[in-house]
């Protein structure tokens, strides 16, 4: 049985992330050859307005359409912090919530005042190692 930890990738609404993020995460960056060929500089590209892509080429990353499409069966254990000044910590809690609404197993450990990427930076509380602790064990529950 597969578990889930760790970071998701983005999903629906494609506004709630950066302009450039999912152009370039779906389209990757022009190569410098082409760029060159296009004759275009790279280095004057204007990457905070690429063309946005549509929710076909979305949803096949999306985690929460994978869900709403029942292809998402993966007991998942997400953990957010408040300040994540990427991706609102609600988005984790709608995708839970999505997630047990369809049966599976999901929980949200909550890091209160985490930033993204929280496990990266010291925390002299050790904030949100309790949450990491608890998706170990979900983890380790879901695949007995």
């Excluded at 152009?23 to 275009?40: D, I, M, R, Y």
């Excluded at 408040?82 to 910590?89: E, G, N």
Aim: charged letters at 20%; a negative charge; aromatic letters at 8%.
């Amino acid at each position: 049985m597969d578990v889930a930890l760790g970071p998701s990738l983005p999903h629906h609404p494609a506004h709630e992330l950066e302009r450039p993020t999912l152009p370039v995460l779906l389209n990757g960056l022009p190569s410098k050859s082409a760029a060159v060929s296009q004759t275009t500089n790279i280095n004057n590209t204007d990457y905070a307005n690429l063309a946005q892509p549509g929710d076909e080429q979305i949803a096949p990353i999306s985690p929460l359409a994978q869900v709403q499409r029942n292809t998402y069966r993966t007991p998942t254990y997400l953990i957010h912090g408040t300040r994540d000044d990427l991706i609102p910590w609600q988005q984790s809690q709608e995708f839970r919530d999505a997630l047990q609404a369809k049966g599976v197993q999901a929980e949200l450990g909550v890091v209160e005042g985490g930033v993204h990427l929280f496990y990266l930076y010291r925390a002299p509380d050790g904030r949100g190692w309790e949450s990491v602790r608890k998706g170990y064990e979900f983890c380790f529950e879901q695949s007995k």
